[in-house]
């Protein structure tokens, strides 16, 4: 990946960029194994990375997807708030939205590494806590109207100061969280990680100097926008439109429309969000970081899914958007749940550019994370807090079937918890796991992948829940003839009386014991015309209970041959 004009010969831009994988992967072991919170060592909600003395991203393990375009945005605006005021042993914290994050929950850790007195390199460590005050167990009321109620905010602190950690911003940290000795836990699993960071490229400058280490940064970038670049001018110029439904905010159930204009020049890619309505009431606004990653995702998936992320990749794109609109919320509108919305600014500009890539880019999926939170006491009256995103049925593409039961676009490599873990570190137990086949998928001559069916019964005498599903209405996009997918759904099952209420965003619901939570994600939509699917690809599901006789001959026109 050497440049036409790089002084550095190919080996050694080799052994740095393979240095710099090592490293962002080393960290994200670091985090796995020191961190106190499941959600980050079981389900890995966190993302480790690499940037250049201006900020530039030139490394980022696989982790959370969204966090791809925010680390950028985030250290920038960190620099130019300590610009002059940074030393060697600092460390600093952010978890503000509005300054390139997310939500208050995902705090980001970064620490300027130095060389002699000049920085020549930022690491940083983003990852969700269980709590950081705010409204509700967990931060994220689905009915917020302000990030006010959102929880403890930090935008740009000194956590550390010549290695020394600042004991005033701890105490503040501890007394304004639900659960202080599993954030201080995590915080300081996060400030591990960004240590071994710094000491990894302390070894990289002093084995090949700083000089050689800061053109092999720029070598990669510039490298990696060459190919983006190539891979976009190979396809055809144009604006290419989509347009998607938002199911409520959480504070009222009114649709939103929202609608993207991506047009392709050259080797240029223009994302333009004008015309979204303003921000919502409710907390699935994102702010414009999330907005950037979010079709920075698309972008990475357009000209290079598999190769490392850096800055380069994403060269090529603008992304225009007002200020104010549901993807670009300013303080004090609430982004607790951004997630739910940025998913769907990924979508849109995915829907506009999948006729373009069929094999590549497959119909609408479940989307949402379908996250639920549990909260109470256990057995021993302890409170916990138990956090989990969920996985669905993806879209079919052009060639094959849709994926199952695959985590939403926003996560990327995050994972559910294993039954053993929910059951050892909760009072839950898990009463089925399995594949959503009930509702099915998106029919077509390729179907849409399965989402899943999770029941949890509560063990707890004193417990709650709350969520934030999206496409609970709005179902997964079908493509060329493919049908629609099907819908998530919260379902309650009261151990005491018969009924069974449906849930979709959902500010308070009351538990008790013997009660079953009953989680039901969405299948993906399905590819091309059903009638036109193999015979031997519907035997293979009939036999496997994926669809039942009945619905192969609704869905497909499909009867079986009786033998004999």
């Known amino acids: 990946m050497t440049s036409v004009a790089d002084p550095i010969d190919p080996v050694t831009q080799e052994i740095v960029e393979g240095k710099l994988a090592a490293t962002v992967d080393e960290m994200g072991i670091v985090m796995a194994r020191t961190s106190m919170s499941p959600v980050i060592y079981e389900v890995l909600d966190f993302a480790c990375g690499l940037l250049t003395a201006e900020g530039e991203l030139v490394?980022?393990?696989?982790?959370?997807?969204?966090?791809?375009?925010?680390?950028?945005?985030?250290?920038?605006?960190?620099?130019?708030?300590?610009?002059?005021?940074?030393?060697?042993?600092?460390?600093?914290?952010?978890?503000?939205?509005?300054?390139?994050?997310?939500?208050?929950?995902?705090?980001?850790?970064?620490?300027?590494?130095?060389?002699?007195?000049?920085?020549?390199?930022?690491?940083?460590?983003?990852?969700?806590?269980?709590?950081?005050?705010?409204?509700?167990?967990?931060?994220?009321?689905?009915?917020?109207?302000?990030?006010?109620?959102?929880?403890?905010?930090?935008?740009?602190?000194?956590?550390?100061?010549?290695?020394?950690?600042?004991?005033?911003?701890?105490?503040?940290?501890?007394?304004?969280?639900?659960?202080?000795?599993?954030?201080?836990?995590?915080?300081?699993?996060?400030i591990a990680t960004v240590r071994v960071a710094a000491r990894r490229m302390l070894e990289l400058n002093r084995k090949y100097g700083a000089a050689t280490v800061k053109a092999a940064f720029a070598n990669l970038i510039a490298a990696s926008e060459k190919q983006s670049r190539a891979a976009i001018s190979a396809l055809p110029d144009g604006t290419y439109h989509a347009t998607d439904v938002i199911d409520g905010d959480g504070v009222t159930d009114q649709p939103i429309e929202v609608k993207v204009a991506v047009t392709i020049e050259g080797d240029s890619i223009t994302a333009d969000f004008t015309g979204c309505p303003p921000a919502v009431a409710g907390p699935i606004n994102c702010a414009r970081g999330a907005l950037e990653s979010a079709c920075r995702t698309i972008i990475k998936a357009l000209v290079s899914p598999q190769a490392p992320s850096n800055e380069g990749w994403f060269r090529p794109l603008t992304v225009i958007a007002p200020a104010g609109t549901i993807f670009t919320a300013e303080k004090p509108s609430p982004t607790g749940w951004y997630y739910e919305g940025s998913v769907h600014a990924s979508e849109l500009v995915w829907k506009a550019l999948a006729p373009l890539m069929p094999s590549r880019f497959s119909a609408g999926s479940y989307s949402s994370l379908c996250v639920v939170y549990v909260s109470g006491k256990d057995a021993r009256g302890q409170p916990f807090i138990h956090i989990e995103p969920q996985h669905g049925g993806w879209g079919a593409s052009e060639d094959r079937d849709g994926a199952n039961a695959v985590i939403a676009l926003t996560d990327g490599d995050t994972y559910n918890y294993s039954v053993e873990v929910i059951e050892a570190r909760y009072p839950l137990l898990v009463k089925r796991y399995g594949f959503n086949t009930e509702a099915g998928s998106g029919a077509g001559r390729r179907r849409g992948g399965f989402g899943i069916v999770r029941e949890y019964e509560i063990l707890s005498q004193d417990a709650s829940a709350y969520c934030s599903f999206g496409r609970t209405q709005t179902l997964p996009w079908g493509m060329n003839g493919g049908m629609p997918g099907s819908a998530n759904v919260l379902q309650v099952a009261s151990a005491k009386t018969a009924d069974c209420r449906d849930y979709g965003r959902a500010a308070h619901i009351d538990l008790s014991k013997g009660d079953v939570l009953r989680i039901v994600t969405g299948g993906g939509g399905g590819w091309g015309d059903p009638r036109k699917r193999e015979p031997d690809l519907i035997e293979h599901d009939l036999n496997n209970s994926f669809v039942t006789e009945e619905a192969a001959a609704k869905a497909y026109g499909y009867h079986r041959r009786i033998a004999g």
Not at 65 to 88: C, E, H, S, W, Y
Not at 97 to 111: E, L, N, R
Not at 167 to 180: F, Q
Not at 182 to 189: C, E, P, R, V, Y
């Open 59 to 190: 490394a980022q393990m696989n982790g959370i997807t969204l966090f791809t375009g925010t680390f950028g945005a985030q250290v920038k605006a960190l620099i130019a708030r300590f610009k002059g005021n940074m030393a060697d042993g600092d460390v600093l914290l952010t978890n503000d939205p509005y300054a390139g994050g997310t939500h208050a929950c995902d705090f980001a850790v970064v620490k300027p590494i130095f060389v002699a007195d000049d920085i020549v390199a930022y690491a940083i460590n983003v990852a969700h806590y269980l709590d950081v005050g705010g409204s509700v167990p967990g931060s994220l009321a689905p009915n917020a109207i302000s990030v006010f109620q959102e929880g403890l905010r930090l935008p740009g602190v000194k956590i550390v100061a010549g290695d020394v950690f600042s004991s005033e911003l701890i105490h503040i940290i501890s007394e304004n969280v639900r659960l202080p000795e599993i954030a201080i836990g995590d915080l300081t699993a996060q």
